[in-house]
């Protein structure tokens, strides 16, 4: 399975961007169903959990940071997770990786998922 992210740019603080993550690949097909999220990593700080959500989409996890701005959702027709972020923080800045795993949502939300992405980065100025 291969993941590329998109969106990713430089917004000033209070701003919006919307990240997208599309998911291919032969394994892909094997698959009935799995669950995708987003990771980010600042400078010289560890990966963290942003958000996760279910093939169905019903269920979601959000970090605490970022529940109440940031919006994750999934289009299954075309394979694509995004990730609404709203009222964007410097504190935000980072690398944004999406990731996927064919089993249980919580391997995604523990970091523990198949399927990686290379990262998009988002900036925010203050």
């Known amino acids: 399975v291969q993941l590329v992210e998109s969106g990713g740019g430089l917004v000033q603080a209070g701003g919006s961007l919307r990240l997208s993550c599309a998911a291919s690949?032969?394994?892909?097909?094997?698959?009935?169903?799995?669950?995708m999220g987003w990771f980010r990593q600042a400078p010289e700080k560890e990966r963290e959990f942003v958000a996760a959500i279910s093939w169905s989409g019903v269920t979601t996890y959000y970090s605490d940071s970022v529940k109440g701005r940031f919006t994750i959702s999934r289009d299954n027709a075309v394979n694509t997770v995004y990730l609404q972020m709203n009222s964007l923080k410097p504190e935000d800045t980072a690398v944004y990786f999406c990731?996927?795993?064919?089993?249980?949502?919580?391997?995604?939300?523990?970091?523990?998922?198949?399927?990686w992405g290379q990262g998009t980065q988002v900036t925010v100025s203050s």
């Open positions: 690949g032969r394994t892909l097909s094997t698959y009935n169903n799995y669950a």
């Open positions: 990731a996927a795993d064919g089993g249980n949502i919580l391997l995604v939300r523990r970091g523990e998922a198949d399927y």
